[in-house]
């Protein structure tokens, strides 16, 4: 092939490429929303004089075109798997890959000052609901990175162990019930289905382990469920989670499923409210077989982390009345503590706004609260213990 022929076709294949990209943008539909990143795509820019003037205009097509590009999530996963291989990355946007499968995210290092802050607020709400004649309990529970903290390199250490026994001590016991559900999580950990490999959460089986903990200690002497309640099975079609959409799937070496435990002999399905519509069940079973492969899956358990959820138990263990403040690690635990509640009244100050706390409670006659979070939110999320 001589020179000039090798430079037509270098210049036709250059102007293909650009005509092509072109027309895609001008005729193609454009994606809404990115699941791999978990955010909103940029749309085409509307055309103005004064956008374009202000150079606003160009600066919008420019996130349009970058968030548009063909086949973008194949790219990214490219590039994540190129760092891999050629320079040996292990870590990605605060996620370790370890050799095992197991995605884990860093947990920062907290410190005195802030466990101070958040035990002078779970103690102020426990004294503040004991005048109010309700018993409060506190469970944190240590999230997947804490329990799995051995895994991290030396070169990339996390903190979530440091920060949970910072804070333990300073709950103060004559206000608020201090629930330690580590010692379970720690010892069971390495079993089948605790954790998920591709999710920053916990699976139904492990928040089960807790829950016998939580149950006997709120409520002594009443009868204790076991593990012989329920059924379990591994249900859904295989996905990967949070901590797999910042690596992409490229890294991926195991896939999850969904646990789903159904529990025996009821009379009749729980009731639930989520203020904008009703279910006669604890699980969104249509999250299951969602085909997107970044599916949130987690969100089988109850739903969405939805501000206010109210639960009728069928057969209840009590007629005692439960407040849960919570995080979405309570999602997967919820159903294994409702049982023992006639009611079960859920808020996440993530979204619940404007709490009138005396008023919540004397309008729902609660009984007891409980305090569940996971030990990174309860330091990352102040609103999660801001009561009022």
């Given amino acids: 092939m001589n020179k000039k022929l090798f430079n037509i076709l270098l210049s ?51 996130v349009f075109f970058n968030d548009q590009f063909p086949r973008r999530d194949a790219f990214t996963e490219l590039n994540m798997r190129v760092n891999q291989v050629a320079l040996g990355q292990d870590v990605y946007k605060d996620v370790y890959v370890a050799p095992d499968g197991y995605l884990l995210t860093k947990v920062e290092q907290y ?98 382990l807790a829950s016998e903990k939580v149950t006997k200690a709120m409520n002594p002497g009443v009868t204790q469920l076991t593990k012989d309640d329920w059924t379990w099975q591994l249900e859904g079609l295989p996905f990967y989670g949070s901590d797999a959409r910042k690596t992409t799937s490229s890294l991926v070496s195991k896939s999850d499923q969904v646990m789903v435990a159904t529990q025996k002999n009821l009379s009749a399905p729980y009731k639930l409210d989520v203020i904008t519509e009703q279910r006669d069940s604890l699980y969104v079973k249509s999250r299951l077989t969602d085909p997107a492969v970044y599916a949130n899956r987690y969100t089988t358990y109850i739903g969405t982390d939805y501000p206010e959820v109210h639960i009728k ?56 609260a409980l305090l569940f979070f996971n030990n990174n939110s309860i330091y990352a999320t102040p609103q999660l213990t801001t009561f009022n």
């Fill in 313 to 368: 138990t069928p057969d209840p263990l009590t007629q005692k009345n439960l407040l849960i403040f919570k995080d979405s690690y309570a999602n997967a635990f919820i159903q294994f503590i409702a049982p023992y509640y006639a009611n079960v009244h859920v808020l996440d100050l993530r979204y619940y706004k404007n709490l009138d706390l005396h008023a919540y409670v004397k309008k729902y006659e609660i009984d007891q």
């Fill in 111 to 208: 410190t005195k000052a802030d466990a101070d802050k958040i035990a002078e607020r779970v103690n102020n709400v426990g004294k503040m609901l004991q005048a109010q004649g309700v018993s409060t309990s506190l469970v944190v529970v240590p999230n997947k990175s804490t329990v799995f903290e051995d895994k991290f390199p030396t070169y990339y250490p996390s903190f979530g162990r440091d920060g949970y026994e910072r804070l333990m001590p300073l709950i103060n016991k004559k206000y608020v019930q201090n629930i330690d559900v580590s010692k379970v999580l720690y010892k069971n950990k390495n079993e089948k289905n605790m954790f998920f490999y591709t999710d920053h959460h916990w699976q139904a089986k492990a928040a089960f």
């Fill in 12 to 62: 036709a294949g250059f102007l293909l490429f650009i005509f092509g990209v072109f027309f895609f943008y001008l005729f193609a539909g454009k994606n809404q929303v990115s699941i791999l990143e978990s955010r909103n795509l940029a749309q085409k820019p509307e055309y103005s004089a004064d956008a374009v003037t202000s150079g606003d205009y160009m600066r919008k097509w420019d």
